[in-house]
């Protein structure tokens, strides 16, 4: 069983910056790929961003390359999503989740565990 707590949501302005936090309960963390998933009303949940086991392969959707970086701390159980120069198109729930697996995915099936989301609104 994994449990997985977003935080770091808010609301920024246009251009501004936001790190997201998710903490996970869970033994081994280091063995699980993580992944950034974001959802508006009427969507389905849109792959954001995803980082292999170490932290050493990531991989990101067109959208957010060089401007989102998704990290982890496997010593503190912890993933980040760093976004800078964020775009009110950026405004959504963003979740977290995790899978056991040595390589990274970018679909939402491939995902045994969620979190409950953090909101993120950018204002224009």
């Known amino acids: 069983q994994v449990q997985l707590v977003e935080s770091g949501g808010g609301l920024v302005q246009a251009g501004g910056s936001l790190r997201l936090s998710c903490a996970a309960s869970v033994r081994s963390f280091s063995t699980y790929t993580m992944g950034w998933f974001r959802q508006t009303p009427g969507k389905g949940r849109d792959f954001v961003a995803t980082?292999?086991?170490?932290?050493?392969?990531?991989y990101y959707a067109d959208s957010v390359k060089t401007r989102f970086t998704i990290s982890r701390d496997n010593a503190k159980n912890t993933v980040y999503l760093q976004m800078n120069s964020l775009k009110p198109e950026d405004t959504a729930v963003y979740y977290c989740?995790?899978?056991?697996?040595?390589?990274?995915?970018?679909?939402?099936?491939?995902?045994?565990?969620w979190g409950q989301g953090t909101q993120v609104t950018v204002s224009s």
């Open positions: 989740a995790a899978r056991g697996g040595s390589l990274y995915y970018t679909r939402m099936g491939d995902y045994d565990y």
């Open positions: 980082s292999s086991q170490s932290g050493g392969s990531t």
